[in-house]
């Protein structure tokens, strides 16, 4: 029992002194990018540094999200991840690519991004649990929309919305497209199964490239920071806490996630692994949300429901999006030897 209230302990610390490192970075760092309640089920869009950070040789991660159903044209997000930690043969040399879709809107406005990343793996100590890993992502995002489909102000004729009225405004083209430039670092100490302290920064929009439909320069794309903090420990033989937190800012915007998971061990031996996770999360002045995981051997399966609390409750209803995850990690076993017997010299 002494064994796990020092655990207890120690993660208490180190989540404590990750909040304040959160609290640091975001006094100095400098229109917003895509953002999933599920972050900690999303680890290639919490930046390079995440590159490899698992147990195991090959990860994929895809999600959906629908959200604003209530509101108006529901907007819609697909992503879709994979990674490898070791490759060729090459240890702490992590690859992956990251992908998504998103559509929302009246307009249809589609941005699609990808970015493929390389990451290091740096193992810290004797025992090698600590790791500090750093990462590059380059890509590409392009955005299109349809602006027929909009309406203006200046096509009110003074009794009713007039359709064929010009909109008064200057559309120079309906799709862009820009370079994107990422970078990350990750710290992270997971001794075992059931214990892990993991905090990452990431960096995005380095190129701070224009963008904008009508015309030239266009908008800077702020430069993007985020920080998270991801920890675990036992309280039970059977009960493990997951509290996280993730802070992001990208110009004059900010969010705050803070929330914390149980996890419930149904099995645990035999080389098989079922769990059930229950957590609850808040978004500031944005949402709560509500999420349930299993965990059935190397896959990880999550939902969430975030519930709206900000100023569109009126005409939201309180009703926020949905996310759907899935996770798949490949091991690879080393083989069974094989011992055989010596037949007697008689036979």
């Known amino acids: 029992m002494m064994r796990i209230r020092d655990i207890v302990k120690q993660s208490f610390i180190a989540f404590g002194l990750?909040?304040?490192?959160?609290?640091?970075?975001?006094?100095?760092?400098?229109?917003?990018?895509?953002?999933?309640?599920?972050?900690?089920?999303?680890?290639?869009?919490l930046g390079p540094g995440s590159i490899g950070a698992f147990k195991g040789n090959?990860?994929?991660?895809?999600?959906?999200?629908?959200?604003?159903?209530?509101?108006t044209v529901p907007y819609r997000t697909f992503a879709l991840g994979g990674d490898a930690a070791n490759i060729f043969g090459i240890k702490g040399l992590g690859l992956g690519a990251w992908a998504f879709n998103d559509r929302a809107g009246d307009s249809r406005l589609q941005q699609f991004h990808l970015s493929v990343g390389a990451s290091y793996s740096l193992r810290l100590g004797r025992s090698g649990n600590s790791v500090l890993i750093t990462g590059l992502q380059g890509g590409f995002t392009s955005?299109?929309?349809?602006?027929?489909?909009?309406?203006?102000?200046?096509?009110?004729?003074?009794?009713?919305?007039?359709?064929?009225?010009?909109t008064g405004e200057?559309?120079?083209?309906?799709?862009?497209?820009?370079?994107?430039?990422?970078?990350?670092?990750v710290y992270r100490y997971a001794p075992n199964d059931r214990q892990l302290t993991q905090v990452g920064l990431g960096l995005f929009n380095l190129t701070t490239p224009n963008i904008g439909f009508l015309g030239e320069p266009g908008v800077p794309l702020d430069r993007r920071a985020a920080v998270h903090v991801i920890t675990q420990f036992p309280v039970t033989t059977k009960l493990d806490v997951l509290p996280m937190a993730r802070y992001?800012?990208?110009?004059?915007?900010?969010?705050?996630?803070?929330?914390?998971?149980?996890?419930?061990?149904?099995?645990?031996?035999?080389?098989?692994?079922r769990a059930l996770q229950f957590?609850?999360?808040?978004?500031a002045a944005d949402a709560g949300?509500?999420?349930a995981g299993f965990e059935y051997d190397d896959w990880t399966f999550g939902l969430s429901y975030d519930i709206n609390t900000s100023d569109l409750v009126p005409a939201s209803r309180n009703r926020g999006g949905i996310e759907i995850s899935v996770i798949r990690i490949f091991k690879k076993y080393p083989p069974v030897p094989v011992r055989y017997k010596a037949c007697p010299a008689q036979l």
């Open 18 to 45: 990750s909040i304040a490192l959160i609290l640091f970075i975001t006094a100095s760092v400098f229109s917003q990018d895509i953002h999933f309640s599920q972050f900690f089920n999303t680890p290639l869009a």
């Open 58 to 71: 090959y990860r994929l991660n895809t999600l959906f999200r629908q959200q604003w159903r209530a509101v």
């Open 143 to 166: 955005l299109s929309l349809d602006n027929s489909a909009l309406s203006f102000d200046a096509q009110y004729n003074g009794f009713q919305y007039d359709p064929s009225r010009a």
């Open 170 to 185: 200057q559309f120079s083209r309906s799709s862009m497209f820009h370079p994107d430039l990422n970078a990350g670092m």
């Open 248 to 273: 992001m800012r990208q110009g004059a915007y900010e969010e705050l996630d803070l929330g914390a998971n149980l996890r419930y061990i149904l099995l645990d031996k035999f080389g098989l692994k």
């Open 279 to 283: 957590g609850g999360h808040y978004r």
């Open 289 to 291: 949300y509500l999420y």
